[in-house]
């Protein structure tokens, strides 16, 4: 499990971020790992693939994107006939590719469409690092539309300045404020755009901590607040009653040396509530929260058969 084990610790160091990046970066080690495979039967090809998949779920809690694409794989090597090692690689090979262009399709939907969404002379809110959200503003700007971005630090792990960083090169015009205060300059901002890393079955978003106090704060100034994700992160696991994990991460991330006896909590996200959305823009187009399970249930029904798996 060498490819699958580096990948697992690469994505609990956090040096792997976001859940798309975690997502590819499971399909990739479960693919070199099989392409590495002793396994002489289809019992202990299953086996080894069910390891993969135990390890990698294993290295982070909130990732549904990750563990449902893991989950695709082992649906097509469970539900596939074949008997050679052999014939298993190259139907996880063809899986994952498959995955893969289904994702990009996903993406590039959800840019055509939250563009639109964004009209000249609008300041937009945005928080830590969304690679779905920055597709979106780069198409935007692509297509001529002139605004600007006021996004947060996002501490502890200020992945704020990634997105600073890919919006001053795109040549988008960003403003970047400390988290506390997006209170004070929220009167000033058109819209709210964030990403998530899981969407539950009532259509709540788990996204970066942080995220639902700026929604508190959206509706409070009457601003819209826009999610942008592909309906890949929607947790079947939270059909059967289940909540959704959310990470807590090591105090040390917040202070390194504190004073002995100090508690410090580092949770990674929270839960913004789905009355809080204005709406959910994903491959489908810019839809309600509300409606979640029948959007994933009419373009990819097999996420909540792999639940069962």
Known sequence: MERVIEAAERIRRLEVQGATGVALTALRAIVEQLEMSMARDRASALQELDEASRILFSARETEPFMRNAVRFLKLKAEEAE???????????????????ETFREARRRIAEVGSRRILNGDIILTHCHSST?????KNAKERGTDFKVVLTETRPLYQGRRTARELSEAGIGATMIVDSAVRSFMRGISKVLVGADAITSEGNVINKVGTSLIALAAQEARVPFYVASELLKFDPQTIHGDYEAIEERSPQEVWADPPEGLMIRNPAFDVTRRDYIHGLICEEGVISPHIILEAVLRRYPWILKGAQV
Do not use: C, D, T, Y
């Open 82 to 100: 074949w008997e050679r090692v052999e014939e298993l690689k190259a139907l996880v090979r063809g899986a994952s590719q498959e995955l893969l």
């Open 133 to 137: 959200v920055m597709v979106i503003l």
